[in-house]
């Protein structure tokens, strides 16, 4: 894949450090090459190598320095680019790129980009609420610049209030956001996440180690290619992903309740959960009491949710499961998917390393009706990518049957 050009524009600003911060996490996609300007006043809070040494890339300050091998690297830049970001972006860079002032590196690039294009605003309070600065943020969105809004906060000023630089991980959000192939725009997707938890008395339930990383990895993959996407999730610690519609459900009873609720406007349904295979048969009322040195709990079965969506599926509707192996993991899998009736199914082994429900990796094997694929490790956004792609192959050999 074509590695996607991100160009950004660091202005005099204190958040100027935090761009560094923005650029190492750029820099460590693989699909992203970053490369640097800088306005005079922001070599003042951060010095060019840190760029340079971040990026990769050589940073461009001034449009007449005399060691510029690129005599016209404003406009090498601005066409190499895919996206330039302001960031952090001054009243006063703001003020000049909706003017059409082009007086500096950062400037004069920016008016010559014909691409897409991102303000990052960081100020003080006040500087930001001015009526001007308001104007011209407004005049940004009009031209079609994406703002990627400040948050309150407690500023460098001393201030308290809006202004201080958006999260990191917001801008990069952003970026991706703009930068991705809307290739499931209009798609509904239902994605299920997280363990359930199956309660034995009003203070203690029985649950698993999942903790939904993969499923909300899937979710932010779907949402950045354009889909209406909610996870129906289990008690997780993730963080909720802008734009992603979270259902919480507790038990597997409660998930299967707000999944089939949703399954006729689903296109895509993808059961990342661990759920229950048991629940216990009766839920004390009561705190149960230490008596006895053993204590027997009669379990039942939880409906198999995964199972019922395959035998209610519509042939354009795109079902994926999971399957957690500890043996056999070919073997298994492939009868899982028989079982349930599923289009695909992501199989993986608790034991192998980088693997399993905690990490930030995974290594799976990816099972279709008629074939099998080891992929190599991946992150679990990675793999988001890889099953929402291979989901949309799927469809696209039902549609043309
Ligand atoms: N699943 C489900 N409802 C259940 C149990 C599992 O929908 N009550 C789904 C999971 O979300 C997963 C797939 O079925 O997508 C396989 O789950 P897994 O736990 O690996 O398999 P089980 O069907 O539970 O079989 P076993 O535990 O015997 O391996």
Redesign the pocket.
Known sequence: MEKKHILIGVTGGIAAYKACDLVSTLSKNKNYEIKVMMTKHATEFVSPMSFEALSHNKVETSLFSETNEDPIAHISLASWADICVLVPATANIIAKVVNGIADDMVSTTFLACHTKKMICPAMNTHMYENPVTQQNLQKAIDLGYVIVDPAYGHLACNVDGKGKLAAVKDIVFAIDKELSDPFLKGKNVLI?AGPTQEALDPVRFISNHSSGKQGYSIARQAYLAGANVTIVSGPVNQEPIEGVTIVPATS?QSM?EAIKERLEETDYII???????YRPEIVADQKIKKHDNTLDVHFVK????????GQKKRPNQIVC?????TQDLDK?AKE?LEK?NCDM?IANNLFVEGAGFKTDTNVVTLIRKNSLEHLPKLTKIELGLKILKTMKEIEEEVVSC
């Open positions: 299920s597997a299967f059961m990342a959960a661990a759920v229950a295979d939880n409906p198999d949710i995964l199972a019922y969506i499961g999971f399957a957690m192996e298994n899982k349930k199914l």
